[in-house]
């Protein structure tokens, strides 16, 4: 889906299907990671991955919007439509081995925050004498899962350097039905940044900036919190990442690059 023809393609054959009624909820989940340590991934890979993880997004997301937020002089549906993006941990944290992966996913963070803000002027429209607005009022946002235990998880670790797995030794992942639940549930709770596990709320908390927040006081104080806790991770983080270079040595005499 990363081509901007092709998502308006499909918008006008689900339209077409549909009676010609455009779709409450819209949700990309399209994307991929292939581990790998910077310098020694094919530079193409760096493309391809935005390519992957935000343009796929961003492009579904700039043909959607344009059939949802065109001007109507009635309300066509009592119901919100909902657009969903699927981001990822990495957007809060980036490590070492995601250095394609993660600019990708962060960036989906960042057209999520800009839309969420955009949507409300066209919401905001309909109050206008004209009574000119959207034909539905439109909500954004994304859903921010760590590990899944997919079959692309597992073409994951086939690339991923034995460093990036030590520091997410911590990390317990989730099956895909695990990860489905805990995102209706956000969702269904009216969440802004959805996460789907405990240790994806502590990483949220400890990068909310100035993106909006479904509770202020909780999640204002997860977020201090998570500083906290942050003061004691990214050492010990950078300890083993020390360490592993002095114990293995330089990645280039790996017999695997791994």
């Not at 034995?162 to 956000?186: I, Y």
């Not at 405990?198 to 400890?206: K, N, T």
């Amino acid at each position: 889906m990363a081509d901007a023809s092709e998502c308006t393609r499909v918008v006008e054959e689900v339209k077409a299907w549909n009676h010609d009624i455009s779709p409450d909820i819209v949700w990309c989940v399209a994307g991929a990671a292939y581990p790998e340590l910077f310098i020694h991934m094919d530079a193409k890979r760096l493309q391809d991955q935005m390519g992957q993880n935000y343009f796929s997004a961003a492009f579904m997301a700039h043909a959607v919007l344009r059939d949802w937020l065109q001007p109507a002089n009635t309300l066509t549906s009592a119901k919100p439509r909902h657009l969903i993006f699927t981001s990822s941990v990495a957007a809060f944290y980036s490590m070492v081995g995601y250095t394609a992966y993660a600019p990708a996913k962060t960036a989906l963070r960042a057209l999520s925050d800009g839309l969420a803000q955009e949507v409300k002027m066209y919401n905001g429209a309909k109050k206008h004498q004209s009574g000119v607005g959207p034909a539905a009022e439109v909500k954004i946002h994304t859903v921010f899962p760590g590990t899944i235990y997919t079959a692309g998880y597992e073409q994951e670790n086939l690339t991923k350097p034995g460093v990036t797995a030590k520091l997410e030794e911590g990390d317990t992942g989730q099956t895909e039905d695990e990860v489905a639940a805990a995102s209706f549930k956000g969702l269904q709770n009216g969440g802004y940044l959805v996460t789907t596990a405990f240790l994806g709320s502590i990483m949220r908390g400890a990068a909310w900036a100035s993106s909006p927040r479904h509770n202020p006081l909780v999640d204002t104080v997860v977020s201090l919190v998570s500083n906290v806790v942050w003061l004691f991770v990214q050492p010990d983080h950078d300890t083993k990442i020390v360490k592993w270079g002095a114990e293995h040595g330089h990645p280039a005499t790996y017999s695997n690059r791994k």
